[in-house]
């Protein structure tokens, strides 16, 4: 199917991208003036700001020179206290092509000893040497069989489906279960390693459809879905403590919620942090979306959710803690006086909702009343009209 020197250097070149993307600081070890970094192959590391030296932030780029690590990097340090913790701006890549440049690295200088201080359960506990290597030993399998499910998941799962969709086509109508079940049974290891690879990388696609007609279903489009799994988890948030995950059931409060309105009935002098007009209303319309909640195109509400779902989310805190975070501008456009843009969520208040759906089954009462006093109006004639034919005749 393939060359072998293409299928050589395809598998060369994807061993390549997997070294470059381990690379990375492994050790930190400070003895007295002079600070090792030491590193894997392919890593390009420079120091822009910070080296926190007995409680100062102190600028160590003039005592350290950026390269590629085949090497340790040793870093002269001025007659300083020891090192309390080191904040390196560093990249991974070849031949100077950066990757994530602005991803913060974060190590703590450690001494020269053969163990490591890990957090197990809430504990520190401090490994040994066969501990450390037992670890490194069972990363390293991960890693192969991880690497083998790529490849396979690359190379030969598009041609099993590009067989499996032809014969599709060219077979009767009635031949397609025996045809999918001689490729899954033929390339099981090509559709398990699809498979586990999407559930590695992208658990939220089995999620979403494990919760299909349910009552925990995500009302959000996949457009929505895959934005805030792989978008909104990158973007750098100045409050951690501020929940921005799926809102599954109204009733059910984060952890991190609750200690924010426990800060504040503490602190009631403090500022919270207000979104900005747009986050807040797509916030807000998610969390309408998730409890039942339909748009039309132009923004307008054209579906409602039964009237407990609503009355039971407006007596969440989630609820509470997204009104204490809009600022003025989201609030304003919240009521649904505004103009007519898109993004605007126009919301009517239950109470209205209710009394136009009374008034359109008394409007339908009327209508159907109206409807038979005319049927009733019509029979009498029909039978005045018949006595006169029978008269005349």
């Known amino acids: 199917m393939f060359k072998s020197s293409t299928i050589f250097a395809t598998l060369a070149i994807i061993l390549f991208a997997c070294a470059v993307a381990q690379a990375g600081i492994t050790s930190i070890v400070q003895d007295g003036k002079k600070l090792t970094i030491n590193y894997s192959p392919m890593t390009m590391i420079w120091f822009e700001e910070e080296l926190l030296l007995g409680g100062v932030d102190t600028n160590i780029a003039p005592y350290c020179i950026a390269k590629y690590g085949w090497s340790p990097l040793v870093c002269n340090l001025p007659s300083v206290p020891a090192c309390d913790s080191i904040r390196l701006y560093g990249a991974?890549?070849?031949?100077?092509?950066?990757?994530?440049?602005?991803?913060?690295?974060?190590?703590?200088?450690?001494?020269?000893?053969?163990?490591?201080?890990?957090?197990?359960?809430?504990?520190?506990?401090?490994?040994?040497?066969?501990?450390?290597?037992?670890?490194?030993?069972?990363?390293?399998?991960?890693?192969f069989f991880y690497t083998i499910m790529l490849i396979?998941?690359?190379?030969?799962?598009?041609?099993?489906?590009?067989?499996?969709?032809?014969?599709?086509?060219?077979?009767?109508?009635?031949?397609?279960?025996?045809?999918?079940?001689?490729?899954?049974?033929?390339?099981?290891?090509?559709?398990?390693?699809?498979?586990?690879?999407?559930?590695?990388?992208?658990?939220?696609?089995?999620?979403?459809?494990w919760y299909l007609n349910t009552e925990h279903e995500d009302k959000s489009t996949w457009a929505q879905i895959f934005y805030r799994e792989f978008v909104e988890k990158n973007i750098k948030k100045d409050d951690k403590e501020l929940d921005k995950e799926i809102l599954i059931n109204p009733t059910t409060t984060s952890t991190t919620t609750t200690t924010t309105s426990a800060n504040t009935k503490q602190s009631p002098n403090t500022t919270r942090k207000t979104k900005s007009d747009v986050e807040w209303k797509s916030d807000f319309r998610r969390d309408?979306?998730?409890?039942?909640?339909?748009?039309?195109?132009?923004?307008?509400?054209?579906?409602?959710?039964?009237?407990?779902?609503?009355?039971?989310?407006?007596?969440?805190?989630?609820?509470?803690?997204?009104?204490?975070?809009?600022?003025?501008?989201?609030?304003?456009?919240?009521?649904?006086?505004?103009?007519?843009?898109?993004?605007?969520?126009?919301?009517?208040?239950?109470?209205?909702?209710?009394a136009e759906q009374q008034l359109l089954k008394k409007q339908q009462q009327q209508q159907m009343e109206k409807e038979k006093e005319k049927e009733i109006q019509i029979q009498p004639k029909q039978k005045h009209t018949s006595v006169k034919k029978k008269k005349n005749k």
């Not at 309408?288 to 039964?306: A, M, T």
Request: hydrophobic share 35%; proline share 2%; with cysteine.
């Open 92 to 143: 991974t890549g070849a031949g100077g092509s950066n990757i994530d440049m602005n991803r913060e690295r974060e190590m703590k200088s450690t001494l020269n000893d053969s163990s490591k201080t890990v957090e197990r359960d809430g504990k520190k506990v401090t490994l040994s040497f066969q501990d450390r290597v037992q670890d490194q030993f069972i990363e390293l399998v991960s890693d």
């Open 152 to 209: 396979i998941t690359v190379f030969v799962f598009p041609w099993r489906a590009k067989q499996t969709l032809f014969d599709l086509k060219i077979s009767a109508y009635d031949e397609w279960k025996d045809i999918i079940g001689t490729e899954f049974y033929e390339g099981g290891t090509e559709f398990c390693s699809f498979m586990g690879l999407l559930l590695l990388n992208w658990p939220v696609v089995f999620k979403t459809l």
């Open 288 to 354: 309408l979306q998730n409890i039942g909640f339909e748009f039309d195109s132009n923004g307008e509400i054209s579906k409602f959710p039964p009237t407990e779902v609503m009355e039971e989310y407006q007596r969440s805190t989630r609820f509470k803690d997204l009104i204490l975070s809009a600022g003025s501008g989201s609030s304003s456009s919240s009521s649904g006086s505004g103009s007519g843009n898109k993004d605007d969520i126009h919301i009517k208040d239950i109470s209205q909702h209710q």
